[in-house]
Nanobody, 115 residues
Framework: QVRLVESGGGLVQAGGSLRLSCAASRSIFSIIIMGWYRQAPGKNRELVATITTGGSTNYGDSVKGRFTISRDNAKNTVYLQMNSLKPEDAAVYYC?????????WGQGTQVTVSS
């Protein structure tokens, strides 16, 4: 059973930075896309950023220019560098991996931004 293990969440002041990491517990066959989504209380889960095996990226409009997604294919690990954080970025952030056979989700890591 593959697990996605997220780390790096926490409490930060507005304007600060955090770096999230997500590592698969073991190798995942034929990964297509890795990414991050977030869900704030009372809101739907939304796209933050995705990255393909080839390195093509896609960002949600609200994080463009502030967040950067990257990945280490050899380690089945995806990162999210979050800069200039705003209170509205506060949410549970979920790692997502889409592979040819199935989709995986992490348990989520809490990001809290104080104003």
């Amino acid at each position: 059973q593959v697990r996605l293990v997220e780390s790096g969440g926490g409490l930060v002041q507005a304007g600060g930075s955090l770096r999230l990491s997500c590592a698969a517990s073991r190798s995942i066959f034929s990964i297509i896309i890795m990414g991050w989504y977030r869900q704030a209380p009372g809101k739907n889960r939304e796209l933050v950023a995705t990255i393909t095996t080839g390195g093509s990226t896609n960002y949600g409009d609200s994080v463009k220019g502030r967040f950067t997604i990257s990945r280490d294919n050899a380690k089945n690990t995806v990162y999210l560098q979050m800069n200039s954080l705003k209170p509205e970025d506060a949410a549970v952030y979920y790692c997502n991996v889409v592979a040819s056979l199935r989709t995986y989700w992490g348990q989520g890591t809490q990001v809290t931004v104080s104003s």
